[in-house]
């Protein structure tokens, strides 16, 4: 078996690698390459070379396609010292990018030459008047909050569970807001919708939503999908790069393409769920904890799962389920506190109750257990209909 | 007695009620004395005799599956039923 040092020498010979002073004249030079920066983030936050494009080591290989298409780019790679970005070289080098080389010593050996060195920007006075309350958590203090101001977050829905959720995301001022949604806003919807607004019947939820939001906070950039999120656009979407993601879906096919997606994304989901007056809401953090299919591996037939549009939703219902997913989200922007991971919060507003029950990851999983069966994206309205006629999936 | 929470979606073949009361000394038992008063439930919570796949069943906060299924001995502590809900709009 060979040892991490023995690897880390095997893998430095497979891949090209670029002294601090070379990659500095390259830098320079009139085709610079891209930086890529795959430290975690709160080494990230404490300065990095001018440009750079910042993806965790960890998250590497899911992200890489969508945010750098081109193969043939040259890419110098880094970390704090040169390791961690070898491995990154060998990855990138086997998911086809032709011209990667490894930096040296890493961002210390650059930071130690005296080369430039960006650092993430402070809060400008009208920040610091807008954040103040934040400011003095804490929990999260000046550093949580350009956590957030950095962060990415997409809102699967603009309905009854984004709307709260959205506004309050948007309040804490996380940085970029990505919002999924066909619909248009109509007159049923504004009994809980509250992103939306009389004025907006007819509009594209994602656009109302766009203009509440940015309206709340400056700082915010929403950026709109105005269409379902399906297999066919959700590698599009999740290629635009997000920390957390928001289940707001009102279906159960979106609800399953989601999970699947997260998993191989590996892009943690705060889930919630709303009925009448009852509300469900979890964490989803995958391979760390349980995934959706681990907790609802079948759907159930359609007489047991009426949507809130035939069955009806009490409008705050969704006002206190999305605003604890709003929480959970921030929580896990910022690494805080205990999150729903491994728990399921029951809420009943008619008896005002809040129980839990405990979530486990199912070794046999099909997407997230020891040996997944299902690896690609299925069709998932016929996976739940198959599951409502009982066939089972 | 063991205390039986029904979701929203089942409470009309329980006549409205959010809890029930039921006896047994499996979780099986307590499910059955259920169906026996409540027939409707039956097509909801079983399948061939074993649980639904759909249906979650948990025990003192606990999914039966991760215990002994439908065999686990319950203990005083309250069961609840509970379908996946896809509402979020």
């Known amino acids: ?393 | 007695m063991t205390a039986v929470r029904i979701p929203p979606t089942l409470r009309a073949e329980v006549g409205g009620e959010r809890q029930v009361e039921a006896e047994g000394d499996d979780v099986r038992g307590v499910l059955e004395d259920l169906t026996a008063r409540f027939p409707a439930l039956a097509s909801q919570l079983f399948d061939d005799g074993e649980l639904a796949p759909f249906v979650n069943v948990y025990l003192g906060g606990e999914d039966v599956r991760t215990l002994d299924g439908l065999d686990t001995a319950v203990n005083g502590q309250a069961i609840i039923l509970l379908p996946a809900m896809a509402g979020g709009s």
Request: with cysteine.
């Open chain 1, 1 to 393: 078996m060979a040892s991490y040092r023995d690897l880390l020498t095997r893998i430095k010979a497979e891949i090209d690698e670029i002294g601090a002073a070379d990659a500095r004249e390259r830098a320079a030079s009139s085709e610079p390459p891209l930086f890529l920066d795959v430290r975690e983030r709160e080494e990230w936050e404490e300065g990095f070379v001018p440009g750079a494009l910042h993806v965790p080591r960890g998250q590497l290989e899911s992200r890489i396609e969508g945010l750098l298409p081109d193969r043939s780019r040259e890419v110098v790679v880094y970390c704090a010292g040169g390791s961690r970005s070898a491995f990154a070289a060998k990855s990138l080098g086997e998911l086809g990018y032709e011209n990667v080389t490894s930096l040296t010593g890493g961002f210390t050996d650059w930071k130690r030459n005296g080369f430039d060195v960006e650092t993430p920007r402070t809060l400008s006075p009208q920040q610091r008047a807008r954040y103040s309350r934040h400011l003095l958590i804490p929990e999260v203090g000046e550093a949580g909050q350009q956590r957030l101001l950095a962060s990415r977050v997409l809102l699967i829905g603009a309905g009854g569970l984004g709307s709260p959720a959205s506004l309050y995301l948007a309040a804490a001022g996380v940085g970029t807001i990505g919002i999924v949604d066909a619909d248009v806003v109509d007159d049923s919807n504004l009994q809980r919708q509250i992103v939306h607004s009389t004025e907006r019947l007819g509009e594209a939820k994602v656009l109302s939503a766009k203009r509440t939001l940015e309206a709340l906070n400056p700082d915010v950039d929403v950026k709109t999908y105005e269409e379902r999120l399906t297999s066919e656009n959700v590698e599009r979407i999740l290629g635009d790069g997000w920390d957390v993601i928001v289940d707001g879906a009102d279906n159960f096919p979106t609800r399953y393409l989601v999970n699947d997606a997260s998993v191989w994304h590996d892009i943690p989901v705060v889930h919630g769920s709303i009925y009448r007056f009852e509300g469900q809401v979890t964490v989803f953090e995958p391979h760390a904890g349980p995934c959706y299919r681990c907790l609802f591996p079948t759907p159930p037939p359609p007489e047991l799962a009426p949507s809130c549009a035939e069955g009806g939703v009490l409008g705050v219902l969704p006002g206190i389920v999305g605003s604890l997913q709003a929480s959970e989200a921030l929580k896990v922007l910022l690494g805080i506190g205990e999150t729903l991971q491994g728990r399921l919060l029951l809420i009943d507003a008619l008896a005002t109750s809040f129980d839990e029950v405990s979530v486990k990851r199912d070794p046999a999983c099909p997407v997230c257990g020891e040996s997944p069966t299902i690896t690609e994206y299925v069709d998932y309205v016929e996976f739940c209909q198959a599951a409502g006629r009982g066939v089972g999936a």
